[in-house]
């Protein structure tokens, strides 16, 4: 049996702006002449489908006021032969304005129209009085209708003057068995009446009763099949809360709908519209154009509330409230059924916001179907929002009608009145159609193609497209475009994509495309592969430069993108996969007979074996979590996040089908981080018939470990030897410093960690243990060349001990030293001395590296008297050293002539003192008569010499 599934799963198609008349060229209609102002061409406007024409009004052109028939094909207005209106005129000058197509409605053949202001004599009170005026236009021919009748008027009312006349004419609406119904708001109690077929005859009057409410009765009209399959009539007052009164004809009164949101003044009923959204019979839209909000103080936002026909013999059901969006912007002040323009069956509703936006007006298209869907307030969207242009933006979308599809392609156009600036706005409808998009797969082809080594497969991507009666001619062309997402399965296109585009020309119901794709055998298929098929409209209309009625649009209601999910696994349930695996661990340091020794290798193995005896496991997985050592290599395997420990998750490389198994390869594990705190190592292995979902079976492995102490060693020494000596002066005044140092190291296979070592020092008098770092004792560790105090532990009267902790020994490259200050103080040692010569000093230390395994060490240091005597060395330096500073004394005065100089001196002293002898001795001889002057001018003569001698040495 061929097995075929077809998927169409929607998804958005389009966005809320969903445009479906065309605003690229708009054709506008102004009055042929210029009128006053206030003239408001385009206040009421309606299409005459027998004459394919635009009906607009204008109705204070004048006292009495124009309607114009215009032409679309030539885009001009003529205004309608009034001359039947003036012609009843009993007074000429009478200037009060009539307002003649205050309200225009075509039916099948005419245009119904009325001078709402109309006033006229009555003999009866010798006055003019307001009776409103109702006219219909047939062809070119305009004919006055009658009015109520006299007596009617009386037993309707008082007799008062007041009382009988009336305003009808300010709401129409022509029924579909072309009976119309005619609202007078403005006199008495307000007023309603109905016309039949014959023009000759007199419009029946619903009279004033209990049920009506006491004012504007008749401000807003509308017919249609509202409460059973029989046409009745809708009538509005706004009075107060406002309400809808609905009557069967113009006798028999059938329910009443009421304004149950306790607003007064909102104008509730201010406007009605019927439309069918919900079934074959009529629902109901009410304009409350002055609808506020207390709490977010807003004014004249506007509302339409929505009446569904739900129940049989009832008045509509209230569904919920279209709000305006801005303040003054008076939305729904007109209201039209636009009928089913977007191809959906639900018929359409157009809304106007003639103050929106700064008094230029808005106009929002609604889907009926998104009206009376469950769409929250918030998610309601608009099709479409039309904006005016400058040159007529004020008081635009104050009137609105629908034309029954003047161009003939099926999609009823748009005439927007803005009457502030005398302006019509008609906008041409673009057409639509409604295109699905399905997926058609052949499930059948997809069994046992293992079996056939099939890779090659493909599937059916179909538009199915829902035309409208027209137009006769369809342009539209459609690109698709086909995705795949699946970690294996894949489309053959290269680019991952298939694209095809198709023309609607033809105007086929279906069209399909096959789409070819690829299934590798080794695919993994334990997931669904998900495709996506998106379709988009090419060369749309709405931004083409001129209207051409054959194209279309895709409308909102069409399927233009699904997503869906295809299961080609081969598995004997439906979309579930039964594998029946089994896994064999292997682990190189397992020993069941002693434990492993921590140190003794680098590295160890582990791997382990998956078999499968079952349904194929496409994405079997084993997990291992390891805790107490860490993953140096993971082989085929992954890491993942953990929260204690190691973890690797090993997925084989392709499907494991029955009697298969794989591996995970050999994983190595890193053991030189493992040290003498370790006691045992855990490795849990998980195993997974598919990955992410549940561990089919799980186990743990505990392997035991031990630690190995042989390594551990302590030495100690004085570090100035093992002898110290000391002199008088050490002993009197200078004392003694040295230390003892215990060097511990680890040369054995284990890394340790937290090794305790207890130092015990000898109480004496004679010592102190405090070093300048105010510590006794304190450990240094090497090479991070740290250093921490030894905390105290016991003291005794002999001994004080310390505890010394080492955070760590790594084998063959961290020590520690443990350092005590040993200081011997003066004055403390002579009398131990000098009666015992020596004196002994000792420290040991003790660790308790395991229980049971304890090891000792101690350091003895002598102290020894010494003399103080100057070594024969010194002696013999200091003398050298002393003749070589004499020896270069000597140099340095000979090589400056300070002895020369000096002996020079003295002899020329000497030898002048000599001379002066020899003279003064020659002078004092008896025999030379002139003794005295010679011996004077010998002595000048010295003299002279002498300071000629000495004058060189002066300069």
């Not at 236009?137 to 009748?149: A, F, S």
């Not at 198709?502 to 794709?517: A, G």
Request: net charge neutral; hydrophobic share 35%.
């Amino acid at each position: 049996m061929r097995s075929l599934i077809w998927v169409c799963l929607a998804v958005a198609t389009w966005s809320a702006a969903f445009a479906l008349y065309y605003e690229t060229k708009k054709q506008i209609f102004q009055p042929p002449t210029s009128l006053r102002n206030n003239s408001y061409f385009g206040y009421s406007i309606t299409y005459d489908g027998s004459m394919k024409r635009l009906v607009v009004s204008a109705p204070r052109s004048d006292n009495i006021g124009d309607v114009y028939d215009c032409s679309i094909d030539k885009n001009s207005c003529n205004v309608i032969d009034k001359s039947v209106i003036v012609r009843g005129r009993e007074i000429e000058n009478y200037t009060h304005d009539f307002w003649l197509g205050a309200t225009v409605k075509a039916g099948p053949d005419f245009v119904m129209m009325c001078a709402p202001r109309h006033t006229e004599h009555t003999v009866r009170f010798n006055a003019f009085v307001a009776r409103g005026m109702c006219y219909t236009h047939r062809g070119n021919t305009l004919t006055k209708r009658k009015q109520i009748e006299e007596p009617i008027r009386i037993s309707d009312a008082d007799s008062k003057m007041e009382t009988t006349m009336d305003s009808f004419g300010w709401s129409i609406d022509v029924a579909s068995d072309d009976t119309i119904i005619v609202g007078g708001p403005g006199m008495f109690h307000g007023r309603a009446m109905i016309y039949n077929q014959q023009e000759h005859r007199t419009p029946d009057l619903i009279r004033y009763g209990a049920n009506i409410p006491q004012f504007n009765f008749g401000y807003a009209v509308a017919s249609g099949k509202f409460i059973n399959r029989l046409t009745s009539y809708a009538i509005s007052s706004t009075y107060r809360f406002g309400e809808v009164l609905f009557y069967r004809n113009y006798k028999q009164y059938q329910k009443k709908l009421k304004n149950n949101f306790n607003t007064v003044g909102t104008m509730f009923g201010a406007v009605l519209c019927a439309a069918k959204m919900l079934g074959d019979r009529t629902d109901l839209l009410v304009g409350a154009p002055a609808y506020g909000q207390k709490e977010n103080y807003a004014y004249n936002l506007g509302a339409v509330h929505v009446y569904l026909a739900k129940t049989l013999n009832s008045v509509p059901t209230y569904k919920r409230t279209i709000v305006g969006e801005n303040s003054g912007s008076m939305f729904g002040s007109a209201i039209i059924n636009v009928l089913d323009i977007n191809n959906d069956g639900k018929e359409d509703i157009a809304i106007g916001a003639p103050f929106e936006n700064s008094g230029q007006g808005v106009v929002y298209l609604y889907s009926g179907a998104d009206i009376i869907s469950d769409l929250t307030a918030k998610a309601l969207k608009p099709l479409q929002k039309i904006y005016p242009e400058a040159s007529y933006g004020e008081s635009f979308g104050m009137s609105l009608t629908s034309l029954l599809d003047y161009d003939d392609n099926g999609c009823y156009e748009l005439a927007i009145g803005s009457p502030y600036t005398n302006t019509v706005v008609l906008l041409q409808c673009i057409a639509s159609v409604t295109v699905n998009t399905t997926a058609k797969f052949d499930m059948d082809k997809f069994q046992n193609r293992t079996f056939s080594r099939k890779e090659d497969f493909d599937f059916e991507v179909c538009l199915t497209v829902f035309y409208p009666t027209k137009p006769d001619k369809v342009t539209a062309s459609i690109k698709t475009t086909v995705e795949m997402v699946h970690e294996n399965a894949k489309l053959a296109d290269p680019s991952g994509r298939y694209i095809f585009e198709t023309s609607l020309e033809t105007k086929q119901r279906d069209y399909c495309k096959t789409v070819p794709f690829k299934l590798p055998l080794d695919g993994k298929y334990d997931t669904e592969i998900q495709y996506m098929i998106s379709s988009k409209l090419l060369e749309d209309p709405r931004n083409a430069s001129t209207f051409d009625p054959s194209r279309v649009l895709l409308s909102d209601r069409s399927v233009l993108s699904i997503q869906g999910s295809l299961w080609v696994a081969e598995c004997s349930g439906s979309k579930v996969c039964v594998p029946k695996l089994e896994f064999t661990p292997y682990i190189s340091f397992k020993n069941d007979f002693k434990p492993y020794t921590i140190g003794s290798s680098l590295t160890e193995t582990m791997s382990v074996t998956v078999t499968n005896s079952g349904d194929v496991a496409y994405a079997s997985c084993v997990r291992i979590h390891i805790v107490g050592t860490n993953i140096f290599k993971p082989a085929n395997c992954m890491y993942e996040a953990s929260s204690g420990g190691d973890q690797l998750r090993c997925e084989p490389s392709k499907p494991l089908w029955n009697g298969d198994s794989t591996d995970t390869g050999l994983i190595e594990l890193e053991m030189t981080h493992l040290t003498n705190e370790h006691d045992s190592i855990n490795i849990t292995i998980f195993l997974y018939n598919r990955c992410n979902e549940a561990a089919t079976e799980n186990r743990t492995i505990t392997i035991p470990v031990k630690a190995d102490p042989s390594g551990i060693t302590a030495k100690g020494e004085t570090d100035v030897g093992d002898v110290v000596d000391m002199t008088e002066e050490d002993l009197k005044d200078n004392g003694k410093y040295f230390r003892h140092v215990y060097k511990i190291q680890n040369n054995g296979p284990t890394n340790w960690k937290e090794l305790d070592v207890l130092v015990t020092l000898q109480l004496h008098p004679f010592v102190n243990y405090i070093s300048n770092e105010n510590a006794s004792v304190r450990l240094y560790s090497y090479p991070s060349n740290t250093n921490t105090p030894c905390t105290s532990h016991i003291e005794t009267e002999k001994t004080k001990s310390y505890i010394c902790k080492i955070n760590s020994l790594i084998k063959k490259v961290e020590y520690s030293q443990v350092l005590i200050p040993i200081y011997i103080l003066p004055k403390t040692l002579e009398e131990m001395v000098t009666k015992e010569k020596n004196v002994t000093l000792s420290s040991s230390i003790k660790m308790e590296i395991t229980a049971g395994v304890v090891r000792p060490e101690s350091v003895t240091t002598t102290l020894v008297l010494k003399e103080a005597t100057v070594p024969l060395e010194t002696i013999i330096i200091s003398v050298i050293v002393g003749l070589c500073i004499l020896i270069i004394i000597a140099v340095v005065l000979y090589r400056v002539g300070f002895l020369r100089r000096k002996r020079k001196e003295e002899l020329e002293k000497l030898r002048k003192s000599v001379k002066r002898q020899t003279i003064l001795r020659r002078s004092t001889m008896p025999s030379q008569g002139h003794a005295s002057e010679d011996r004077r001018q010998i002595l000048e003569g010295m003299k002279e010499e002498d300071e000629h001698e000495q004058a060189p040495n002066l300069i």
